[in-house]
């Protein structure tokens, strides 16, 4: 099983910018598409958005525009620049390995090994 940890999160104000980061010590996070999902007080658990392993990106419609997910090899670390935070984006963020597939097929139930997850706040 993969071994993920987060970083990154924090407390902002509302429009701010926060960079997550997902890295194993173990593992190539290369041979994964990787996944942020997102879970508030009360709510279950979402996808936020993935990033398949041939460097696609995906995004929920309420995150694009805002968020945007990358790779860097070299660090063996996959990102997450939250730009223009929101009220509704306040929850704790983990990110997950899915499978090698074709980005066309990647859902979200396809996805496991979630780290522990990192809290973002966003409070004014």
């Known amino acids: 099983q993969v071994q993920l940890v987060e970083s990154g999160g924090g407390l902002v104000q509302p429009g701010g910018s926060l960079r997550l980061s997902c890295t194993s010590a173990?593992?190539?996070?290369?041979?994964?598409?990787i996944g942020w999902f997102r879970q508030a007080p009360g709510k279950e658990r979402e996808g936020v958005s993935f990033v398949s392993t041939s460097d696609t990106p995906y995004y929920e419609p309420f995150v694009k525009g805002r968020f945007t997910i990358s790779r860097d090899s070299a660090k063996n670390t996959v990102y997450l620049q939250m730009n223009y935070l929101e009220p509704d984006d306040p929850a704790v963020y983990s990110c997950a390995t899915a499978p090698v597939m074709p980005w066309e097929l990647v859902s979200w139930a396809d996805f496991g090994s979630w780290g522990q997850g990192t809290q973002v706040t966003v409070s004014s």
């Open positions: 173990a593992f190539n996070l290369d041979g994964y598409t």
